[in-house]
């Protein structure tokens, strides 16, 4: 009791102030009005008092004095006080103090005057009493106790009943069983029911008994009956007995409780006049009897569930139909009440919601509202409890409803007035219904309305007060939505209706609200209770027999049943249809077709079982060969954009889930994505385009529309309409271009390390084609101020969030169209003028003002020494316009128009169409064709300004300030190859604009460089591209090549269009002269033989990726050649090489890579029919008679028909030339080598006009016989034995076999001296060299041209140098040394006449440039004029002479020297194959130690070859080509003057390579 405890303070000072201090607290104690609490307080301060006189702190009188002034403050005080003495007594009998005791007593005496000795006899021990004289004896006192307490409690009254007289209990029951609607009372009626019991000897408890009979039969009487049993009885349980044994009788078997007992019980419970824990142990049934059963009624459930989706055999089901029958019947057997439940009932009627809660709370969740009365019981309680409340925020505009009647009972729930009153009871009644308000679907209605009432509220009140509590009332409903709503609508027998009413409330939830409430619904809510239990059985059930029966004759009637199913338990039935859909693709249109009977909740929840199917972890996204993606994901994204866009369902969820998956490097899902864009906006993305479709992409939109796609797609206005106001809603327009921009790397360096190269390259093509369409869509439905906010400039596209260049432009191009347009009608509306010229002022004027901040944005996307060569405003020019800009399709126009007119046609002669149709459908072809006629005169007009606005551009485009080669390479680089593999329209668009530049006269645009780089080395290319990259590579080929071949077929065509262009210039002059001399233009003749090397380089390109056995090459040239087919191959030995090669991978790929087998065969037929257009190589290009035939005519020299690499794309001049005469020597049909076309074609352009032919062909015969020895043996090594080619060289070969064993040893000391004695020559001549040089007239040129020589010569050598130490040439090495001497020999041509030194590089010697891996360069040999004119002079003096001696000496010296090579070449392969391993080495980065030796011997052989070779007259055919020891051994007669110029310019050569490699 001590909780208070006095300051010791008080008691020193009681008198001065402490007394004053205690009587203050106690005041305010006993005014405080704390339920009870207040008298313990008083107690405990009382205490204290008493205590510190008990321990002598205190004197007793100050203390008595003290307590009898507090005796005023309460009416009760001296009872409290006697309290307080009752504790200290027993505390201080147990003391063993003495004194303390005394002390004690003597206070209780000395406050005898304020407590009355009664109070004090009754708290008091008797001992304590005697003590203090209140009793005489305390032992007398204990003996009377006993007797009184006997007497009242132990001793049981004696009732006679006999005596008692039916009488009264007649009157009793008249009494209470009179008319109560007067006057009468309960407090009257019981003064006579006293009366009564008096008069006639009656039992009270019999009496007590009658009355609860009475009420029980008068109910109805509450006001009455109940003020009565208050009033009547004593104790409460003696009622509850009574009631209990009434509650008893009706326990046994087949009974069954009357509701009236269970209402006045309930009744009494209400009232307080019972207890419900005293009640409740006299109902039946008890509670483990409840659990038990619970239990049972789930196993029950799922067992009827596992024999639903069991596939159970016929003589199985006729044994379960017993065993239910018996069970039925023991169900017959009634059990008796439950009387519980019955009580529980009773309460909710009378709207007691505190004990019913309370008896629910005894019993499993939702078993007590699982009986109907109950829930309906209860459903009647919410209805009235949120009538106002509905009232006023519920009910809907124009609705009347049905106003209910409040409980007359005051006690009953208070009914809600607002959305907070809501929380006090009716969210706790609404979860004890859980799934059971399906029993009541107008209450259902009101909760959902309720709740649409609320989000109103919600969403409008922005007040931050109200904030927590409305995000409370929110949580409140999406918790009745999860655990009453969603699980009562799966009870509810199919109503649309309240399907549509909870999509009323459910709409105004954010998606993710949604999809959680679905997600808990389909995986939780059902396994919760047995009723759900057995209904998803049946719905699983129902759905296999409609979904076995679906096909697309019957979809309406199927569609009907599913509609019907779907409205109650829609996620159970998607669910299913989705699995079916996974495994069968075939049911996607017969299933998208019959779910037009839908609600917009089911549409919604459809959208969310998609997404969940997709995200399913357990399933594998990729097939068990890990090459392709699996069927059923590319199934449910067939569905997805077939059904989102003929339904109209909410897509932020897919969108933001596809953003999700791109978020976290996942891109198998965009498949997704590119469905939805399909189906929904009509934007189909195929590389499989024909031509006609690809030339209407060009167009404007309608053209587009009508012929740009292979399906019509009609109606597509409202779908992509939703799928925009989607992307713009929820913010996901840019993030998805900008992951999908990104993500396309990550495909490769992310994800594509373990993945197989097949599917990463189908990953990588999805992403992209994703993005180009994705791209599309967003460019023709977005407005253009959308567009424009949405985008960020180019920079920051690129720098910022790392955006691909190509993607970032791609982006970005739509916007800059937007905006020129935009100004261009700004500065139309600003100065009406509507000449033509002042259009296109305006136009570019317009151009100027958008492309500029571009210009500088593009900057910094490069490093500066790019713009060295390409202005910014080339390079954007480049990437902004596109093929709507270059060119109108006037064909493709007329074409569609044409189609419109027969459909007309064919509409007015169709007798069967009713005329109101006929005349709609011909309104609407003839809009269609004004709009395209309108479409076309509009691209026109805009065609024609951009041209305008090209040409006035177009003298700023390039600056080169290097070479033009690096000029070319940039361009390849930066601009055409990333955007030739873009898209098909891109792929045109590229060779369209290389077309364009040329025709514009760009300067410093050399065209046929650009030609050449894109033809000669597509091997690079062509292996590092996808499938649909190589589709598109193979397009833009075609293009070019339709060029190309445009210009080859008539020479009328090729001097119009290229004859006197800047792009066909032979020799690269410094910068700033692009003239117009004649003789450095390209003639036709030799742009043939131009053309046909290309095409050689193609063939031979194509055959090494066909012979690496790579799966990706094979494939992907096989495309590429699929796709250049209208223009490649023209050349019938060409065309064979191919054919045989492709044939001979049809044989060996049938079995192992069946996806390669169907190209090749593919590609193989088409070629065959097309050999009817291909013609001999001497039509193709005028063919020079070859001196003599070395070889029979079948053995062809294709590059199909050796087993050598085809790859030597650095193959030098004078080798290429070489190898061009080899090919030449054999008869028709033999192959034309590419690299002797050009370089004769440079030797006839760079001579003045034809008089260096005859030094020509006599150089050319004696480089013939030269090379047919070599080129038998090198067949001999290179050529696989089985081959036809081979067979007839066999017997001369083993003839040179034997001779190349006696010399071998001989011919390897020789090889190993030379360089020695190079060397040494090399250190002695130097000097003299040195003067030589300066002694050429170099310092007589314009200092300008002098420098523009030095740098061409420098980067010339460096050039070359690298391409020595990179590449390892195939050939055999005396052919590679004479191709180096034939450098050399063009280093002295340059050094002697500066005018020329900026020659034209050839494809194989000249760098790949640093920046770019398609080293492709042109090969061109220019001659200095002045060694020409030598030449001619001395061709005339000694030709006529000397001719027929020197003709007899060289045939013999021939015979000779082919013995010598091919021993030599036998040697050289020997030593090959040890040093390196291998017969050539592609892609060698550095020359390795062990080939320094060799290389400086092929140099010293490169160096005697070419002075000999330029200082000898050209008709001396005697020089030796074997070496440089050879040569020197066989002409001691010449003079050592031009063997010492000869090491001497070799040495400098030489020192330069070592200098370049360090520079490397």
């Known amino acids: 009791m001590a909780t208070l405890i006095l300051p010791g303070e008080w008691i020193k000072n009681w008198e001065k102030s402490g007394k004053h201090e205690f009587v203050q607290l106690c005041k305010e104690l006993t005014e405080k009005t704390n339920h009870g609490s207040e008298i313990r307080d008083v107690q405990a301060a009382l205490y204290e008092l008493c205590w510190q006189v008990v321990q002598g702190n205190l004197k007793l009188d100050l203390a008595a004095t003290a307590l009898g002034d507090m005796m ?152 009455f009956f109940l003020p009565l049993i208050k009033s009547y009885m004593c104790e409460p349980l003696t009622l509850c007995h009574i009631l209990g044994f009434k509650f008893k009788f009706y326990q046994g078997p087949n009974e069954e409780t009357p509701k009236s007992l269970y209402h006045i019980a309930a009744a009494l419970l209400h009232h307080n006049l019972i207890e419900l824990e005293d009640l409740y142990a006299h109902l039946m049934p008890l509670d483990v009897t409840i659990v038990e059963e619970h239990k049972r009624e789930i196993s029950e459930a799922k067992q009827i569930a596992r024999k639903l989706i069991m596939v159970v055999v016929p003589s199985e089901k006729s044994e379960d139909k017993d065993k239910d029958k018996e069970k039925e019947e023991e169900k017959n057997d009634k059990p008796p009440d439950n009387q519980k439940l019955g009580l529980l009932e009773a309460l909710l009627r009378i709207g007691d919601w505190h004990h019913a809660q309370s008896i629910m709370n005894r019993m499993p969740s939702f078993y007590a509202t699982s009986h109907k009365a109950i829930a309906l019981a209860l459903c009647q309680l919410v209805h009235l409890t949120v009538e106002p409340l509905y009232r006023r925020a519920g009910v809907p505009k124009g609705a009347k409803g049905c106003i209910m009647c409040p409980l007359r009972n005051k006690r009953a729930p208070q009914p809600a007035e607002s959305f907070e ?220 954009g077939a059904v989102f866009r003929k339904y109209p369902i909410e897509l932020a969820g897919l969108l933001q889930y596809v953003t999700n998956q791109l978020k976290a490097g996942k891109s198998f899902d965009l498949l997704i994505l590119k469905e939805v864009v399909q189906k929904m906006a009509g934007i189909e993305i195929t590389d499989e385009m024909t031509s006609e479709q690809l030339e209407a992409m060009t167009g404007g939109e309608q053209l587009k529309a009508e012929g740009g796609y292979f399906g019509q797609i009609r109606n597509t206005k409202k779908s992509s309409q939703r799928l925009k106001d989607a992307l713009l809603d929820h913010e996901l327009a840019l993030p998805l271009c900008l992951l999908m921009a990104q993500q396309r790397n990550g495909v490769v360096f992310l994800e594509g390390g373990e993945k197989h190269l097949k599917l990463v390259g189908k990953l990588y093509d999805q992403c992209h084609d994703t993005l180009v369409q994705f791209g599309g869509f967003l460019a023709s439905n977005l407005s253009t101020e959308d567009y424009i906010k949405r985008v960020p400039s180019i920079d920051i596209l690129c720098n910022q969030f790392h955006t691909p260049h190509d993607a970032a432009f791609f982006l970005s191009r739509p916007m800059y169209a937007h905006q020129i347009l935009s100004k261009y009608d700004e500065l139309k509306k600003a100065e009406k003028g509507n000449r033509q010229q002042q259009k296109v002022h305006k136009y570019v004027a317009a151009c100027e003002q958008v492309m500029a901040p571009v210009h500088e944005a593009v900057v910094s996307l490069h490093p500066s020494r790019v713009w060295d060569d390409l202005r910014p405003q080339f390079y954007a020019t480049f990437w902004s316009l596109t093929m709507y800009d270059l060119a109108v399709p006037h064909t493709a126009y007329e074409r569609e128009v044409n189609k419109l007119k027969a459909q007309i046609k064919a509409i007015e002669e169709n007798p069967e169409i009713p005329l109101n149709k006929k005349k709609k459908e011909k309104e609407r072809c003839t809009a269609l064709q004004d709009k395209l006629q309108e479409e076309e005169k509009k691209q026109l007009e805009h065609v024609q300004r951009v041209l305008h606005r090209l040409k006035l551009e177009k003298d700023n485009w390039l600056m080169a300030k290097s070479t033009k080669n690096e000029t070319i390479t940039k361009f390849l680089q930066l601009c055409l190859f990333p955007r030739c593999i873009f898209s098909a329209i891109d792929a045109v668009y590229c060779a369209r604009f290389v077309e364009l530049v040329h025709q514009q006269k760009a300067p410093n645009f050399c065209t046929l460089l650009c030609y050449d780089r894109v033809f000669s080395a597509i091997i690079y290319t062509v292996a590092s591209c996808t499938e649909n990259e190589s589709r598109r590579y193979g397009r833009f080929l075609c293009c070019m090549l339709e060029t190309v071949t445009r210009w080859h077929s008539d020479r009328a065509i090729y001097e119009k269009e290229c004859g006197n262009y800047p792009g066909f210039l032979t020799i690269f002059r410094a910068t700033g002269f692009d003239g117009g001399n004649k003789a450095d233009q390209l003639d036709y003749e030799n742009f043939r033989h131009v053309v046909h090397k290309w095409h050689y380089m193609l063939t031979k390109a194509s055959v090494h990726c066909l012979e690496t056995g790579e799966y990706t090459h094979i494939r992907n040239i096989l495309i590429v050649l699929t796709k250049i087919l209208p223009c490649y191959p023209k050349v019938l030995n060409l065309g064979q090489a191919l054919e045989c090669r492709v044939h001979k991978i049809c044989l060996e790929e049938k079995e192992k890579r069946p996806d390669l087998y169907a190209l090749a065969m593919g590609y193989s037929g088409q070629l065959k029919s097309r050999k009817v257009h291909m013609v001999p190589e001497n039509e193709f290009h005028h063919k020079e008679p070859s001196v003599r035939s070395a070889t029979p005519a079948n053995q062809q020299n294709g590059p199909g028909s050796t087993g050598k690499p085809a790859t030597n794309t650095s193959k030098t001049e004078e080798g290429a030339s070489e190898d061009g005469d080899r090919c030449k020597d054999k008869s028709q049909g033999t192959t034309k080598p590419v690299n002797k076309a050009s370089s004769a074609a440079a030797k006839a352009t760079n001579s003045n006009g034809n008089g260096a032919l005859n030094s020509t062909k006599v150089v050319k015969e004696r480089d013939d016989k030269e090379k047919s020895g070599k080129e038998k043996k090198e067949k001999k090594e290179k050529t696989p034995g089985n081959t036809p080619e081979a067979k007839g060289e066999t017997r001369r070969e083993k003839q040179r076999d034997e001779r190349a064993g006696k010399e071998e040893r001989a011919v390897r000391e020789g090889k190993e001296k030379t360089p020695k004695a190079d060397r040494d020559k090399l250190k002695a001549e130097e000097k003299n060299s040195k003067e030589a040089k300066a002694g050429n007239g170099e310092s007589k040129e314009p200092s300008r041209e002098r420098d523009t020589v030095k740098e061409s010569k420098s980067k010339e050598k460096g050039d070359r140098s690298a391409v020595a130490g990179s590449l390892k040439s195939p050939v055999p090495r005396s052919e590679s040394a004479e191709s180096e001497r034939d450098h050399k020999r063009r ?102 130690p062990s080939d320094s030796p060799l290389s400086a011997e092929k140099e010293k052989s490169k160096r005697s070859k070419s002075s000999s070779k330029e200082k000898v007259e050209s008709v001396k055919p005697e020089r030796t080509s074997s070496g440089g020891k050879k040569e020197s051994r066989h002409d001691k007669e010449k003079s050592d003057k031009k063997e010492k110029r000869d090491s001497t310019s070799g040495k400098e050569e030489k020192k330069h390579h070592k200098s370049s490699d360090k520079h490397r």
């Not at 307080?84 to 209780?108: A, C, G, M, P, W």
């Not at 203090?132 to 007797?147: D, E, M, P, S, T």
């Not at 009793?172 to 008319?179: A, K, M, V, Y």
């Not at 107008?442 to 995000?471: P, S």
């Open 421 to 640: 009153d809501m929380r006090r009871d009716v969210f706790s009644m609404l979860c004890y219904l859980g799934p059971h308000l399906s029993h009541d679907p107008i209450l259902f209605a009101k909760v959902v309305r309720l709740g649409k009432g609320f989000m109103k509220e919600y969403q409008n009140d922005g007040r931050a007060e109200f904030k927590d509590k409305m995000e409370t009332l929110l949580s409140c409903f999406l918790s009745i939505a999860d655990q009453v709503l969603l699980p009562s609508l799966s009870l509810m027998e199919c109503n649309a209706c309240i399907s549509e009413e909870l999509w009323g409330l459910f709409k105004l939830f954010p998606y993710q609200h949604r999809y959680r409430l679905y997600g808990q619904w389909k995986n939780e809510t059902y396994s919760s209770h047995p009723l759900l239990v057995k209904v998803k059985a049946q719905t699983v059930d129902r759905a296999k027999y409609i979904m076995k029966r679906l096909t697309k004759e019957n979809v309406k009637p199927s569609g009907r049943q599913i509609g019907k199913l779907s409205h109650s338990n829609p996620t159970i039935l998607f669910d299913y249809i989705l699995s079916q859909i996974q495994w069968y693709d075939n049911l996607i249109g017969p299933v998208v077709d019959s779910l037009k009977y839908l609600t917009s909740l089911n549409y919604d929840i459809l959208a969310y079982c998609i997404i969940e199917a997709l995200a399913n972890p357990e399933k594998e996204k990729m097939k068990h060969d890990d090459t392709t993606i699996s069927s059923w994901l590319q199934s449910l994204a067939s569905l997805c």
């Open 1387 to 1488: 280093k002295l041509d340059s050094h002697s006449s500066p005018s020329h030194s900026s020659t034209v590089k050839d494809n194989s010697n000249e760098p790949k440039d640093s920046a770019s891996k398609h080293h492709i360069t042109y090969n061109s040999v220019t001659r200095s004029k002045s060694r020409e004119r030598e030449m001619d002079k001395k061709d005339s003096e000694n030709a006529q002479g000397r001719a027929k001696e020197k003709k007899e000496e060289k045939d013999r010296k021939d015979r000779k020297r082919d013995h010598t090579v091919s021993e030599r070449e036998s040697q050289d392969s020997k030593r090959r194959k040890d040093e390196n391993g291998t017969n050539s080495s592609k892609t060698s980065k550095s020359t390795s």
């Open 72 to 223: 005023e403050l309460r009416d009760d005080m001296p009872s409290i006080l006697a309290d307080v003495f009752s504790i200290l007594d027993i505390e201080t009998s147990s003391l063993e103090e003495k004194n303390k005791r005394d002390h004690y007593t003597q206070l209780v005496g000395a406050c005898l005057f304020f407590v009355p000795e009664t109070i004090l006899k009754e708290r008091l021990d008797p001992e304590t009493l005697e003590s203090l004289g209140l009793i005489k004896q305390a032992h007398q006192f204990n003996q009377k106790i006993v007797k009184i307490k006997t007497k009242l409690f132990y001793k049981q009254q004696k009732f006679n009943l006999l005596r008692e007289e039916n009488e009264g209990y007649a009157k009793l029951i008249t009494e209470l069983g009179q008319d109560l609607s007067g006057n009468i009372t309960s407090h009257l009626v019981l003064e006579s029911i006293k009366s009564l019991i008096g008069c006639f000897n009656l039992d009270p408890n019999r009496v007590l008994d009658i009355i609860l009979e009475v009420y029980e039969g008068r109910s109805d009487q509450d006001e």
